[in-house]
């Protein structure tokens, strides 16, 4: 009893310090210090760059990760083969410095760069190339472990031995020459080995670690993993390799840190804590725009947002109520009223950031012209329209930031020619099942490149191959002979050019044929202190940072 | 005492088995195959079955909820889908987060609150005491995450006082031992990296513990109101004891006890509220380790965090009963 008053004292004691004590620490100068510390050199050089992000990576090995957030960090960690450049999707040379392929498009032979070593100081060379692809594409490999290697099978069809496999084998020809010899010639194969998933990893560490390499990774790159430096849900640390086969990278360190909340991500970005975030709201642009301590970034875009026509439902199996039905749709009044501006009208499935984008098609797109779309209806057999249902995701996505929005927005439009349509929405797995098994009528949908290929927009949405359902990509379900010919020779012929050519013949065909209306290129923004010098954002959503630098 | 104690221990054991059901039983009854959603859909039937097996998905419910017990007895909580890694290495530092900041938090409910109860109280109808009741009115009311927002946009971004988001400066990072950040810095004698710990607890400690705040306060008044209307509280006055002394000592021990079981109360509502906060200051706490493991349906941890999360939230009720009984000695517990 008396020792519990004396405790009652005693906190009552504590709580009243510790009240002023909270006060005192809250304000002055000091907490400024710490909140936004200067960095301490003078000159261009080093630096730590914080780079705010809202989610954390799920593994370190580039090999088994399918998300942005994982890859945003192994690129700096690790390099490829070949690579994009840096400011498209072009392939330029990486730790390979020449390739070329065999006439008959099945031979692949890369000269690899001589003196490059991994982070741990091991060499590398043609043997650690041919341990990684056997990792990757060998079910059977003893390192075939640590996850799914999705991306091989999304990529190259299947593992190895497995029917439909585009790998057959890699060789070592000497300690610099590697050759992969494949099934079937594959024309986006140079693009697919440029994929940060087809990382060189190193060896030793995949030996060391196996099935937890995910947590240790080693690679080539220009920021080595700093052991210890992966705080869960917090930061993951990356220290300068001052051995970079590039030159040694302009920052010291790289630290990539989780702030999950976009507006808190933004204001942490003002008071100096971060120097550059992504994930910003697109009305949160004008912001950044008008303040002049901070720049604004638009990532290329490499994505679709589309409207898409069940080409086996009546009426949209005929291609006139598809073209009245594109004429209908106010493809720039929905950027600038959807995307805030953030976005470019889209004419073709494929963006105008990729290599084969056919500009010509703009100029014969079809103009917003409602007049034309009822004369083009009647004369289809539908003088008074008809009834249907618009179907609209139930979540927003990049390409589709307020899905419901925009399918009420199409909607009134439609309603303007006498097309009246209700609007359906359901759970997104549904969503996504029920449309890629045709039960659609009208359906909003969209897609984002992986490889900066056409064949990657172009066959996975419009081909006949991807239009059978219950897997259709194609969800329009179009089916175009001459298409699926142009695009099949494309996806077998090496030489870039031709390629091209095919890509164009193709979207001309398919912008006749109207099997869906694409609306919008969006474009995400990004936003850094206006310290920081020479980030140039990549369409693929992630880049080497080598070149950044912070003034002061 | 010791044996109330005891026996409050036993009784822990069917609360626990009984919540351990009740997770299980939620996880089990969303719909999908949980070795399709780990493999994905390229998954060879093969593949599926042998995880199938693994994971002992064949066999009835009451087996799996059998295996699933001996593992957490034996300490496994399991392995993440996500990062492969197992949950008992994994959620320890989300924890320690957790737990650090719902205890800033809870001094501030405490100190504020509990002060500015017993003042409202003391100056009875002054306009202090109007002010703390508004204060105390709208903190119940007031959404953690909007408040969250709000703090950040007055000291962050108009008044560049406090940082914003994490548990320190990443450019200065803080070395680890035990994972309470406060402790670490103190037990090495990283004066700087003390300061800045605190500093960085100060925002998201008032948007958790604002809540709990106004509720311990209005708690506190009405409980100082009551006891100092009693005679043993005149005959002190009478004395001639300092008005001070009068309140802070004799009234508060007799007004503390129901003061203490809200607070008790308070901190089940800190755990739940941590998600929340831990988004908007990007405090890497077991709130949004669950959290991002339901967006991406990694059921063994949301199982297991669950789990753990509503050991804690016993835990702390046996804590509180203990420290009531101890506090008033006229409770006995039979």
């Given amino acids: ?552 | 005492m010791f044996s109330y104690i005891i026996r409050r221990l036993l009784h822990l054991i069917p609360v626990l088995i009984g919540m351990s059901l009740v997770v299980f039983a939620i996880i089990h009854a969303i719909p999908g195959d949980p070795a399709l959603m780990i493999l994905g859909e390229h998954a060879t039937p093969g593949a599926l079955e042998a995880l199938r097996a693994k994971l002992h998905l064949n066999e009835p419910l009451y087996q799996q909820y059998f295996y699933y017990m001996l593992d957490i007895l034996q300490g496994d909580l399991g392995e993440s889908l996500r990062t492969k890694q197992a949950i008992s290495l994994e959620i320890g530092s989300y924890l320690t987060a957790t737990i650090e900041l719902a205890i800033a938090a809870l001094i501030f409910a405490i100190v504020v609150g509990v002060n500015a109860g017993i003042i409202a109280a003391w100056k009875r109808a002054s306009w202090f005491d109007y002010i703390a009741m508004l204060v105390a009115l709208v903190g119940v009311s007031m959404p953690v995450f909007w408040l969250g927002l709000m703090e950040q946009w007055v000291f962050v971004d108009k008044l560049d006082l406090l940082p914003s988001t994490g548990r320190f400066n990443p450019r200065e990072p803080v070395d680890g031992i035990t994972g309470f950040y406060v402790l670490d810095t103190i037990l090495t004698g990283n004066w700087a990296g003390l300061q800045d710990v605190v500093l960085h607890l100060i925002l998201p400690s008032i948007a958790l513990g604002t809540i709990p705040m106004a509720i311990i306060a209005r708690m506190t008044r009405s409980s100082m109101l009551e006891v100092m209307k009693s005679d043993y509280i005149r005959t002190a006055r009478a004395k001639g004891l300092r008005e001070f002394w009068v309140v802070y000592k004799h009234a508060l021990r007799n007004a503390f006890a129901p003061v203490l079981t809200v607070i008790g109360l308070q901190l089940g509502s800190l755990l739940g509220g941590a998600i929340l906060t831990e988004t908007i200051f990007g405090w890497p706490g077991v709130g949004r380790y669950i959290n991002d493991a339901i967006a991406f349906r990694d059921y063994p941890v949301v199982q297991s965090g669950v789990l753990v999360i509503a050991f804690l939230f016993v835990m702390i009720n046996l804590i509180v009963d203990i420290l009531y009984a101890y506090i008033d000695p006229r409770i006995q517990y039979k």
């Fill in chain 1, 1 to 552: 009893m008396k020792y519990g008053r004396k405790t009652m004292a005693i906190l009552s004691a504590i709580l009243l310090t510790a009240s002023l004590g909270l006060t005192a620490c809250g304000g002055g100068d000091k907490a400024k210090e710490t909140a936004g510390k200067p960095e301490q050199a003078q000159e261009q050089k080093g630096g730590t760059l914080i780079f705010a992000r809202g989610g954390d990576s799920t593994t370190l090995d580039p090999q088994n990760s399918t998300e942005g957030e994982t890859t945003r960090v192994t690129d700096n960690i690790f390099d490829t083969l070949v690579q994009y450049k840096k400011d498209s999707t072009e392939v330029e040379p990486a730790l390979a410095t020449q390739w070329e392929s065999s006439p008959d498009g099945k031979t692949w032979t890369f000269t690899l760069r001589e003196n490059v070593k991994f982070h741990d100081g091991t060499e590398f060379d043609a043997n650690s190339v041919k341990f990684n692809f056997d990792r990757m594409i060998d079910k059977n490999n003893e390192y075939h472990v640590g996850g799914n290697f999705d991306y091989v099978i999304s990529q190259f069809t299947a593992f190895k031995g497995e029917p439909g496999a585009v790998i057959k084998e890699v060789k070592v020809l000497d300690k610099n020459k590697v050759q992969f010899i494949l099934n079937v010639p594959q024309a986006p194969f140079l693009a697919n080995v440029a994929m940060p998933f087809f990382a060189i990893e190193s060896p030793e560490a995949i030996k060391k670690h196996k099935d937890k390499i995910g947590q240790h990774p080693v690679g080539t790159g220009p920021y080595k993993f700093v052991e210890g430096g992966w705080k869960p849900n917090d930061t993951i640390t990356l220290e300068k390799n001052k051995e970079y086969w590039k030159g040694e990278p302009i920052l010291d360190k790289i630290i990539f840190k989780v702030i999950p909340d976009n507006t808190a991500r933004l204001t942490a970005l003002k008071s100096g804590e971060v120097d550059l975030i992504d994930g910003m709201n697109p009305s949160d642009a004008a912001t950044v725009e008008a303040d002049k301590n901070l720049t604004l970034y638009e990532r290329p875009s490499m994505n679709v947002g589309y409207l898409s026509f069940n080409t086996e439902k009546k009426p949209f199996d005929n291609p006139k109520v598809r073209q009245a039905l594109a004429m209908a749709v106010d493809k720039q009044g929905l950027v600038d009223a959807f995307f805030a501006k953030r976005g470019q009208a889209a004419t073709n499935a494929l963006p105008p950031s990729i290599w084969g984008y056919n500009k010509e098609l703009e100029a014969k797109d079809y103009k917003y012209d409602l007049e034309k779309a009822k004369q083009l209806l009647a004369e289809a057999g539908y003088p008074n329209g008809f009834e249907t249902d618009l179907w609209a995701m139930p979540v927003s996505r990049p390409y589709m930031p307020q899905p419901q929005k925009i399918a009420e927005s199409i909607q009134a439009d439609f309603a303007k020619i006498g097309v009246k349509t209700k609007l359906v929405s359901m759970e997104w797995g549904t969503y996504l099942k029920k449309t890629k098994n045709g039960e659609h009528t009208m359906a909003l949908l969209g897609w984002t490149g992986d490889n900066g290929d056409p064949d990657n927009f172009l066959y996975v949405l419009l081909d006949k191959d991807n239009a059978k359902p219950p897997a259709a990509q194609n969800i329009s379900l179009y089916k175009n002979d001459k298409v699926h010919e142009l695009l099949i020779k494309a996806q077998t012929t090496p030489d870039q050019k031709v390629r091209e050519d095919l890509y164009k013949q193709a979207q001309e065909i398919i912008l006749n044929d109207a099997p869906m209306v694409p609306f919008v290129h969006s474009t995400p923004v990004l936003a850094s202190s206006s310290k920081v010098k020479g980030y140039v954002p990549h369409a693929t959503g992630s880049e080497k940072l080598n070149d950044v630098s912070i003034e002061k």
